[in-house]
């Protein structure tokens, strides 16, 4: 026989109806599959997944690891100051003078320290001689004195010490941020941290992930 006689009722009754339905419907089953394609496609999209085909959905049911591009996926993609060390005064003067300088940049670390300054509604001066050494940081002539807002080896290159800063810059490097050393006519006056945070969301799609048994990196 097509079906066993001896299995249960609900299992006979599922059998007869789905053979009722290959043979009466083929078109409806036939046309299921991809109009299930083009839905889930289109939905993807609307969230920001592209998927090129079906057979990539086909392929993902096999994918055991999952490799993702850092900056703008796990991360927001626009970097912030995340923190300000200063040798001597205030916070807010190292970042008026970094940021000062930075107002020629079109860095997104530079960026960055422009709208921290505006963030804390600090009024920034206007600056002369802008330049900017590709990467090492900027210099400029910000209220008659020249500033150095960029790596060690801007600094180091002009004769400046790092020391004042240099515990605070190993720890903040060790923390994976950017740093970038303020100095005013060849003394340091701080450092400033810049990051790129992560998406709130990040820690639960890897999560969601894992719980699926697909490995991330």
């Known amino acids: 026989p097509w079906v066993n006689p001896e299995a249960s009722g609900l299992t006979l009754a599922l059998a007869a109806s ?31 997944i592209l998927i090129r085909n079906g057979a990539a959905i086909q392929t993902l049911n096999g994918v055991q690891m999952v490799v993702f591009d ?30 000062a300088a930075e107002q020629g940049s079109e860095h997104p670390l530079g960026q960055a320290v422009l709208r921290e300054a505006q963030h804390r509604g600090i009024e920034v ?14 210099l400029a002539e ?12 801007l600094l180091t290159e002009a004769g400046i010490d790092l020391q004042p800063v240099e515990e605070e810059l190993e720890r903040l490097e060790g923390l ?25 969301e990040s820690a639960r799609a890897i999560a969601d992930l894992a719980q699926l048994g697909v490995q991330s990196a």
């Open 18 to 48: 789905i053979s009722v339905l290959v043979v009466a419907c083929p078109c409806a089953l036939g046309l299921a599959t991809p109009t299930a394609l083009m839905v889930g496609s289109g939905i993807g999209a609307q969230n920001g």
């Open 70 to 99: 850092k900056t703008g996926t796990l991360t927001v993609g626009r970097p912030q100051v995340t923190d300000v060390v200063t040798v001597e005064g205030e916070e807010r003067e190292v970042l008026r003078l970094a940021a």
């Open 125 to 138: 001066p206007a600056a002369s001689g802008f330049e900017a050494i590709r990467g090492q940081g900027v």
């Open 142 to 153: 910000v209220e008659g004195a020249t500033l150095r807002v960029g790596s060690r080896r």
């Open 176 to 200: 994976a941020r950017t740093t970038m050393v303020v100095a005013r006519e060849g003394v340091v006056l701080g450092a400033l941290a810049v990051a790129d945070p992560i998406r709130p």
